[in-house]
């Protein structure tokens, strides 16, 4: 990234207006596209508004197209919590296949999107970490209108996602220890934890 401030103005000035000099802009100081993407601030979003706006399935989810709360209601109190501020830790015990991973993989997005930074989805064991990665939260991003200029067209790791807003989504499995250790996060998921094989304390 230039460095200097007249390499910003040259790289700046083909693609906007420069903005007037004052209190609020001293100096004339100009910024990249993609300085403005990594600093813009979140909308007055729930998580569940957020879905509605952006979200759009795959042609491999049951029902294809956006994504509509009003199918899972009862999705909609546990993914607003992820906002409260008083609240560190959320358990959920359910049933199968109530679309609660699709949930979970649309709080990755919000994140990614909102508040961008580090985030980690644990699964259970590698082969399904990397399915989720590619299959399910890539896709995330790709089939949105809203999303997809968040995607880098370049080569990716199958566990690690990072996109052009500076979030980074990483995958991980229970037995890779190594891994989970290293990795600072802001948000953590762990889906099916009650796996044997999870050791959370």
């Known amino acids: 990234m230039p460095g200097n401030q007249t390499e910003r103005q040259m790289m700046f000035s083909t693609t906007t207006t420069e903005p007037p000099d004052g209190p609020n802009n001293p100096g004339n100081l100009i910024f990249f596209p993609s300085e403005m993407l990594r600093w813009k601030p979140p909308e007055q979003l729930l998580i569940s508004q957020w ?3 952006n979200r759009v399935l795959s042609s491999d989810a049951e029902e294809k197209g956006p994504m509509r709360m009003r199918r899972t209601p009862y999705l909609i109190p546990i993914l ?13 015990c359910k049933a199968a296949q109530i679309g609660l991973t699709e949930g979970m993989i649309s709080v990755l997005g919000y994140f990614a999107d909102q508040m961008p930074g580090p985030a980690m989805l644990v699964l259970a064991d590698e082969d399904t970490a990397n399915y989720m990665s590619i299959n399910r939260i890539r896709p995330m991003f790709r089939n949105s209108p809203n999303l997809a200029h968040l ?5 990716f790791h199958k566990s690690e996602i990072y996109l052009h807003n500076g979030a980074s989504i990483f995958t991980g499995w229970a037995s890779s220890v190594a891994k989970l250790a290293s990795r600072p996060v802001q948000l953590m998921i762990l889906d099916e934890f009650i796996n044997s094989k999870y050791m959370l304390y």
């Open 51 to 53: 879905i509605e706006r």
């Open 80 to 92: 607003d919590s992820f906002l409260d501020p008083d609240i560190k830790t959320i358990v959920i």
């Open 151 to 155: 995607l880098p067209d370049a080569k």
